[in-house]
């Protein structure tokens, strides 16, 4: 038995047959054609398919996952990833369904790209055999996962852990997602350079002013690259302990490029933690690196599918688990009322948060088939 995983990112389109030991058997892979059509981007998924299907391995599958670049929307199955322009509300897992070599009964599993990092940091990284535990990707973006309870939890739409738009300043800078004084206007990578940039902070000759530039500024004592850095950790423990506090976790876990920063972001990151995280069920949760780091959207997009197809009947690929239920079958049907607040029941197939599913739906319909 073998689990499929694509991860859609915006420079690359890869692919994996991945076994239950979380060990990559077969690998496929394409640039991602960002600028171009969707049919060409389609085309590009499409031959990773084409490649791990003439695999020997691929008739063991028994479910696919697909991690993409975000916002994603499990409830129509659409992606529509910000560096990825032609897809919007691009009918993903509709699309990944009718390639030809797909067996029957197989239902792509969609998530966002941070919930399928946090599905395989829980699998095989940091969070092995935590029950509660938020799991975040800082980079160029500031993404986020959690596993309650156990469980992955995904949320209605598959955004649940959207940690980097969590406001932490209330009249701060304004973010690109519309808000401000976000987590991620302060401690992404392209923030943290910005930042540094604008307090004087130049990089070496030759260098690009980079976080990775700024982290390196850090480590040789540099006063405002230092000060660059602990901004980015006092917004991230900000929305860390605002999580904490909501959910009560056990672990967080820190991946993504800003986190190679090593002590030069952790160090004062467990220290602003401290001044946030104050009540006593809050207090003290560990904040540890990611393990995994290449493979991770693979890992977790293999992770996710099987965790949300377990139990799900072979012969009918409808709705059996909570977290997949919400995918519509082929038909798009019933979302299309567009009024939120009376098209709310029988929509989807959710018991939750079906009111929510609606009003989403009316706003954000699957593209006409
Ligand atoms: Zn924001």
Redesign the pocket.
Known sequence: MVYGALDIGGTKIAGALVDTAGRLVARGRRATPARGSADELMAAVDAVLDELSAHPEWSGLSCLGIGSAGPVDTVTGSVSPVNIPSWRAFPLVERVRAHPGLPPGIRPVLVGDAVAMTAAEHWKGAARGVDNALCMVVSTGVGGGLVLNGSLHAGISGNAGHI??ITVEQDGPL?????RG?V??FASGTSIAAHALESGWAPPAGTAPTAAAVAASAREGDARALAAYDRAAKALAAGIAATITLVELELVVIGGGVAQAGETLFGPLRRHLGGYAVLDFARDVPVVPAELALDAGLIGAAAAAAAMTAGTPKTDGSASTPTTAGTPTTDGSATTGGTPTTAGTATTTTTAGGDAAAGRGARELPAAS
């Open positions: 980097g738009h973010c690109p997602c519309g808000a976000c991620e206007r």
